[in-house]
């Protein structure tokens, strides 16, 4: 069985999206820069269906994550592009666009039911209007033997956090403040998560740490 | 002529004290174990007249930032060991005890006129009742060739950092949560601080990241 992994990018002072997020600023104020170390990765592209960028340590590192990802679990405003973008029409699409670039089954967590939504190049978006660990459980049988990944947003995080269900935290520090926004540990505390480092790759764009989560 | 350089322990979600802080927890409920990295290290006992402890990298990047200080710059609260610390009495001792460790000229911001106090070991408290430039220049002088270390609180730190006078700012992130307390970046945001990182030393009990602030 795979591991339940968290994997986002954060800014030195902790927001992992900027104020106001819109669907035109999904992250918000200044969160898109957050993430520019991304943009012109090899990995990166690929994924989203582009050819040609750095083949460097930042995409490998990249690459090790998306390898080892078999399903994704995601709140309804991750999916929909932030809470404006939500809509009750079983038919409307996502924010994703028609090739979303996850290629595994993804899992949303809502309150309303929506059949499967089956996208180009492997995504898959099923709703699930149950508890975490009934969305973890059904994950999990979608990621048979790989890993399955926390994406987003904030809340579903530490939804996650708080009731034990993560093994590892993979950090991207951004070397920036952004000064308000979406904090990543908003409501957690010393005794919700306890953490031992793993791991700590340097890139002179962003400092990826891993932590596993101590039960 | 020295950098100024802002060298601290951080909490992974940005907090360098835990909640109320009191004389007999002075880093707030919490805020000890943040240091505990520091604890055990050859370099750090060294410098509280201690012997033996560890002789690692985490104790030699210790020793890195002991040598290149010259002078160091605080809070008033920090000299005297929180707020409930502080009298006006122009002989009493700050929290440190008779032989500090910091074994340089210390200069105390604070609205309060006092004579300098010297005590063993090298430190002497000197009290700045001008704002953060004067008080740097006055430490600049003290500190020669070295560096002037902003060694808090955190008010003070910001106070720097929005002043515009730090060079550099290395910190050490401990692998937990503390929840509240005091937030390093708390009222700075994109505008004021800007980063460019310059190196990453990793190490099992804490994650040291140094950046180049930019002007």
């Known amino acids: 069985m795979g591991k339940v992994v968290v994997d986002v990018?954060?800014?030195?002072?902790?927001?992992?999206?900027?104020?106001s997020p819109s669907l035109e600023e999904p992250?918000?104020?200044?969160?898109e820069c957050l993430h520019e170390w991304l943009f012109g990765?090899?990995?990166?592209?690929?994924?989203?269906?582009?050819?040609?960028?750095?083949?460097?340590?930042?995409?490998?590192?990249l690459e090790e994550s998306f390898r080892s990802t078999g399903a994704v679990v995601m709140g309804r405003r991750m999916f929909s592009g932030g809470e404006g973008g939500w809509t009750d029409d079983p038919n409307a699409a996502g924010w994703w666009g028609d090739e979303p670039p996850f290629r595994v089954p993804v899992f949303v967590l809502t309150h309303h039911e929506r059949s499967t939504v089956?996208?180009?190049?492997?995504?898959?978006?099923?709703?699930?209007?149950?508890?975490?660990?009934?969305?973890?459980?059904?994950?999990?049988?979608?990621?048979?033997?790989k890993d399955v990944s926390v994406a987003g947003g904030a809340s579903t995080i530490q939804q996650f956090l708080?009731?034990?269900?993560?093994?590892?935290?993979?950090?991207?520090?951004?070397?920036?403040?952004?000064?308000s926004g979406t904090r990543l540990f908003e409501g957690l505390g010393p005794d919700d998560v306890r953490l031992e480092?793993?791991?700590?790759v340097d890139s002179p764009r962003v400092t990826h740490v891993k932590f596993r989560v101590v039960r």
């Open 27 to 31: 992250l918000g104020a200044g969160g």
């Open 9 to 19: 990018t954060m800014s030195l002072d902790g927001f992992i999206a900027g104020p």
């Open 162 to 179: 708080r009731a034990g269900l993560v093994d590892e935290l993979q950090l991207h520090v951004a070397p920036m403040l952004l000064g």
């Open 41 to 61: 990765l090899k990995s990166f592209r690929e994924r989203h269906g582009r050819e040609g960028g750095e083949a460097n340590r930042d995409s490998d590192l």
């Open 118 to 145: 089956t996208m180009k190049g492997g995504t898959s978006f099923t709703f699930v209007t149950s508890d975490p660990e009934h969305a973890l459980a059904v994950a999990r049988e979608a990621a048979g033997d």
């Open 197 to 200: 480092a793993l791991r700590t």
